[in-house]
């Protein structure tokens, strides 16, 4: 038996059918979203505020950590983009490239000296992850998920991927909209770190007398975090137990 294929199959999918299901999304996730955007804006600011600050210094290491910086939020950015029109396994793989960057980042803010190497593209970034471990150690964790079950032809290949609008009760909306947030967070946390001394109000880091850094989360990051996990937490205990 012959198929016959459809007119515009590929732009139908990415732009007419795309619209309805990111309008589904957009009215079911409304308030989930506001916490993306709350997140996302204040790491921009920052952002921001600390490329200024470096030029103005001239600090080419950390003029360097913002363009990687802002490279990883645009992973991100497509990783969201992604989901909300309808990819349930495509947004992982962003998301793991955002983590690769942020690794990088903390590499680099703390063996400044190896700049010179990532420049010449003789750094290897999977090798970064034990500088970033040691600073955040879920780290580790995170990152072996997204390479395991989606970077690498994992469990979530063996089932096709669905491609229609998002339902309430949708296990797979909710976990990924929970892993898009704990890397959103994560990212948050590593541009406070280069860029403290641009933050008005510090959100996870302190100083030490010996000029090291101590996570330290501010209450409102504390509330922050206690909002975010409430939310999340039975669907990713659901999905982690199918």
Known sequence: ???????????????????????????????????????????????????????????HVRIVLFRVLSNALKSFTAAFSLLRTGWRLQPYQCMRNCMEALSVTLHLAIHPD???????????????????????????????TLSTDFAHIGRPFRFVQK???????????????????SILWLTYQVTELVFLDSAEEPQFWKRMADRGYRMDLSEKAKAWQTKIASRYKEFMREAQAN
């Open 163 to 181: 491609g229609i609008a998002y339902t309430q009760d949708e296990s797979d909306l909710w976990y990924c909209l929970g892993a898009l947030v």
């Open 114 to 144: 190896e700049l010179e190497k990532f420049e010449k593209d003789e750094l290897i970034s999977t090798k970064t992850f034990k500088s970033a471990k040691e600073l955040m150690p879920q780290f580790g964790s995170v990152y072996g």
């Open 1 to 59: 038996m012959l198929y016959a294929p459809a007119p515009n199959m590929l732009m139908n999918r990415v732009e007419r059918e795309a619209r309805v299901i990111a309008n589904g999304f957009d009215e079911m996730c409304r308030e989930h979203v506001a916490d993306l955007e709350k997140l996302y804006g204040s790491i921009s600011v920052l952002l921001l505020a600390g490329s200024k600050n470096a030029e103005n210094e001239n600090d």
